[in-house]
């Protein structure tokens, strides 16, 4: 018979088992930028044609002229990683998301409230 005498050290490594695939980084923030057209939905004043908005850099400034003597009001915009944006401290309160080529949002003027949805255009 054997007998050992003392004390037995055990020896564990860590092994990060790995799926076969390797992780992945964070996703970066979408590519939002490009020239966007399309149509504007409104309560309070006529729908129109929306020709010209340009993302540049994830933002936008989306420039509105009121039909009560306001004068031309203007939001904005910052697009987050995830296509949604709002800024409702802007003269023009804002919000909306970008969904692949399309960026719909909502505003609200003096004299109306508003649903835009613009596509962006290839190049």
Do not use: W
């Not at 004043?45 to 908005?53: Q, S």
């Not at 939001?75 to 998301?97: E, H, R, Y």
């Amino acid at each position: 018979m054997f007998r050992a005498a003392g004390s037995v050290a055990v020896l564990v490594a860590i092994v990060p088992v790995s799926s076969g695939h390797a992780q992945q980084p964070p996703k970066p923030a979408g590519n939002y930028d490009g020239k966007y057209a399309g149509a504007m939905r409104c309560v309070g004043i006529a729908n129109t044609r929306v020709n010209g908005l340009t993302v540049r850099q994830g933002r936008f400034i989306f420039n509105f002229k009121t039909t009560r003597g306001a004068g031309t009001r203007s939001c904005a915009v910052q697009i987050k990683s995830d296509g949604t944006f709002d800024n409702q401290s802007c003269d023009l309160p804002m919000s909306g998301k970008v969904t692949g080529d399309t960026l719909q949002a909502s505003f609200k003027s003096p004299d109306a409230l508003c649903d835009l949805t613009v596509t962006r255009e290839k190049n």
